[in-house]
């Protein structure tokens, strides 16, 4: 957690966009939907489960870097925070979605130079008609002051 941190305290100071991924009806794949009701701002968008939907308002911003943050499979305990760079979003496919993120991030290097990163929550269920799991609600509520900081 505190490497996160201090890699999210980097980002204080920067024109930066956040774009919050995913579907609240999924159970844990709600986080960034969960994150984005508690740190609202002008420069945060709640994408639901189809972030390309709100990557022409972002790109109007002219954002430094744009922060996703969603659920994610990275093979960790339910609730892990871990600070995803491009280099390893357009490696692989963290997300829990049809769409990978890295498309998204790309189109946003191209539309406005923008560097992208995700915040991503490991999460536990997913399920159509789950609720959020104790670790994933833990997990929210860290990511939510954390980045309250910096918005």
Do not use: W
């Not at 945060?44 to 870097?65: H, I, Q, S, T, Y």
């Not at 496919?93 to 990163?117: I, M, N, W």
């Amino acid at each position: 957690m505190g490497g996160v941190k201090a890699k999210l305290a980097e980002l204080s100071g920067k024109k930066l966009a956040i774009v919050c991924v995913g579907n609240p009806m999924r159970g844990d794949d709600g986080f960034g939907p969960a994150v984005a009701a508690r740190i609202e701002g002008e420069r945060v968008f709640d994408a639901g489960a189809v972030p390309e939907n709100v990557l022409p308002k972002v790109a109007a911003l002219k954002p430094e870097v744009v922060l996703f943050v969603d659920a994610a499979d990275l093979g960790a305990r339910p609730g892990t925070l871990r600070l995803v760079s491009a280099e390893e979003l357009a490696q692989g496919d963290f997300s829990t979605h049809s769409a990978p993120l890295s498309v998204a991030a790309e189109y946003l290097r191209q539309a406005c130079g923008a560097k992208s990163l995700l915040l991503a929550a490991q999460a536990k269920r997913t399920e159509l008609g789950s609720v959020m799991s104790v670790e994933m609600v833990k997990a929210l509520q860290e990511a939510a002051q954390l980045l309250a900081g910096i918005v």
